[in-house]
């Protein structure tokens, strides 16, 4: 469950686990909010350009989140745990430390 007690209202709650996902690790990023939820006439159609809510945001997002994870191998969702939005973003977990190196220039 991603909040046991009630938020207040407007609140943002972000959990971060590791799951199972078959026969490998992956770590999920839960992101829910108390506000009214995803509009029943747009649940269709949030992971596509240029779809906007009632916030007047440009409509790239939520289309940029699940093009990443599915270039990632993972997966987005809307999950229905109202009330408020609930969403998943589901990414294979590394199996070995990687580096990032940083040149200077």
Do not use: K, N, Y
């Amino acid at each position: 469950m991603l909040c046991a007690t009630p938020l207040p209202a407007g609140s943002v709650r972000v959990v971060v686990r590791r799951v199972e996902q078959g026969s490998r690790d992956a770590v999920e990023l839960l992101v829910g909010d108390t506000g009214p939820g995803v509009d029943p006439a747009l649940r269709e159609h949030i992971w596509e350009r240029g779809i906007r809510g009632s916030d007047g945001g440009s409509g790239l997002g939520l289309s940029i989140v699940r093009e990443i994870a599915l270039a990632h191998g993972g997966e987005a969702r809307l999950l229905d745990a109202g009330p408020g939005a609930l969403f998943s973003l589901l990414l294979p977990a590394f199996t070995s430390v990687h580096r990032l190196v940083i040149r200077e220039q």
